[in-house]
């Protein structure tokens, strides 16, 4: 198993930055990619951005040139910068495994809430 914990939420006005760091714990040789969805009020959650085994990243447009997602040991970061009004949601640090170790799983973190206000 895998527990994730994330911290960094809070507020910030548009135009700050704020940084989310998400720390894996238990199994953690099983992690291939760890990333983060966000989740709006009534809408679904997105990918933000996620960072393979390797330092492959992945960004959803909206984010491209503003976040920059980065891993190092069992942590994954996401540094936000530029940040806009819409960037408001619950940000959800996610992994998965590496299926040739353990076969597929996911795990998702509880879940921090970032509010940019204008």
């Known amino acids: 198993q895998v527990q994730l914990i994330e911290s960094g939420g809070g507020l910030v006005q548009a135009g700050g930055s704020l940084r989310l760091s998400c720390v894996a714990s238990?199994?953690?040789?099983?992690?291939?990619?760890m990333g983060w969805y966000r989740q709006a009020p009534e809408k679904e959650r997105e990918l933000v951005a996620e960072?393979?085994?390797?330092?492959n990243t992945i960004y959803t447009d909206s984010v491209k040139g503003r976040f920059t997602i980065f891993r190092g040991g069992d942590a994954v970061n996401l540094e936000m910068n530029a940040l806009k009004p819409e960037d408001t949601a619950v940000y959800f640090c996610?992994?998965?495994?590496?299926?040739?170790?353990?076969?597929?799983?996911?795990?998702w973190g509880p879940g921090t809430q970032v509010i940019v206000s204008s």
């Open positions: 960072v393979g085994r390797f330092g």
């Open positions: 238990g199994n953690t040789f099983g992690i291939a990619t």
């Open positions: 996610h992994a998965d495994s590496r299926v040739e170790v353990m076969g597929l799983y996911e795990w």
